[in-house]
């Protein structure tokens, strides 16, 4: 049982780590935000990351996504992973990366599962092997070990205790691009501060099985340079893939007080690549995904959510995530099912035509 420092309200669903309810997060921001960036703070610098973007005048600029950091000279970048040495960006490029990767057999707990072409057949035959799920074939995972976000509750938070010297070799991971191996899909972490690394390995795996089906897919913050998110884009288009966005919150105060981030660069590239929608129906290219936090992802934040998405477009699929205590957010209880059903129940309200909730099995009774 949390208690709200501010209103003094007690619930279940307020995070003693986190110190306030969501309705106080949103009134009173400007006041609690210096509380919420020293949290953040304390949860980077426990694994010796950046406290904020580097914004040196001098530094070397980085303009992978949305922080543009400006790194001073021996210094690091908010992701960990680009450094300026001697002058120069370096980090992880085409030939390698901090990366992990595993072969997934289809059908698999994808975020866009209910409406993509390994999991549901959309795009046979041009972009899947059956009218139906895929079984028989293979998702090459690939795991991104750097991040642009600092989410409280993420459960891949392990990552950040990598080794970073472990750079590891492109054609190790064209040993696993099997025949089988239908789909790529990038995550992590987040692909974003290693996009350099994935959009060069898409190229050189769709070239190597030309005329075959091999789909490019990615999971991510959505806070990538534009120009970077459209080319990603791009090469799902291209292959019968998707881009699955992670909107996490509607409102900044919510935002940022889960994610330690603005997402004004994310909702800005999602309204772009909703352009994208009506020039491949089937399958989608745009999936919406929001994990419901308990007490901070509440109705007013789908609400939030459901309207922007409605008004760029109803045929947008949304997939509801149920929410698992993890990392440092680990005094929540898990989503609700009368939670996800009102989720649901507001998305359809603004008429959003697929919506779906994942991971059901994590979903309570309780509250």
């Known amino acids: 049982m949390g208690t709200c420092k501010s209103c003094q309200r007690k619930s279940p669903t307020i995070s003693q780590k986190i110190g306030f309810c ?35 005048p001098d530094g070397v600029p980085c303009r992978l996504c949305h922080h543009f950091c400006r790194l001073p000279e021996g210094e690091s ?8 040495r001697r002058g120069r960006l370096e980090g992880p490029g ?10 997934d057999p289809l059908p698999t707990n994808c975020v866009a599962d209910f409406v993509c072409a390994g999991g549901t057949g959309a795009g046979y035959p041009r972009f899947a092997h059956f009218p139906g799920p895929e079984k028989g074939f293979a998702n090459l995972a690939v795991f991104y070990e750097a991040c642009n976000f600092n989410c409280l509750y993420c459960q891949n938070w392990h990552f950040k205790l990598r080794r ?77 893939g998707c881009l699955k966005v992670d909107l996490k919150a509607f409102s900044l105060p919510i935002h940022f007080t889960l994610c330690g981030v603005s997402n004004e660069m994310t909702l800005k590239n999602f309204k772009m690549l909703a352009s994208f929608v009506e020039k491949r129906p089937v399958p989608p290219p745009l999936v919406a995904s929001t994990l419901l936090v308990p ?5 007013e934040e789908i609400e939030g959510l459901a309207k922007f998405i409605a008004s760029l477009s109803k045929d947008i699929p949304w997939s509801f995530l149920a929410f698992y205590p993890a990392f440092y957010l680990d005094d929540l209880p898990t989503t609700s099912r009368r939670h996800a059903e009102m989720a649901i129940s507001i998305a359809k309200r603004y008429g959003i035509r697929r919506v779906h909730i994942g991971n059901r099995h994590l979903l309570s009774e309780a509250y």
Request: hydrophobic share 35%; charged share 25%; glycine share 8%.
């Open 22 to 56: 969501a309705s106080c997060l949103r009134d009173f921001w400007q006041e609690i935000k210096p509380e919420l960036e020293k949290i953040h703070r304390h949860t980077r610098r426990a694994f010796g990351l950046l406290e904020e973007p580097p914004r040196d």
């Open 295 to 299: 007490g901070y992802v509440d109705e």
């Open 94 to 103: 085409p030939s390698a990366a901090y990366v992990s990767w595993y072969l």
């Open 164 to 240: 970073k010297d472990l750079l590891k070799p492109v054609e190790k991971i064209f040993l696993d691009l099997k025949e089988y191996v239908s789909c790529i899909c990038y995550f992590g972490g987040d692909p974003g501060p290693q996009s350099p690394h994935a959009l060069s390995f898409s190229r050189k795996a769709l070239k190597k099985r030309r005329g075959e089906i091999l789909r490019i897919c990615w999971e991510t913050n959505g806070a990538e340079n534009t120009p970077i998110i459209c080319e990603m884009m791009r090469l799902s288009m291209a292959s019968g």
């Open 77 to 84: 970048g908010y992701c960990g992973v680009w450094q300026n």
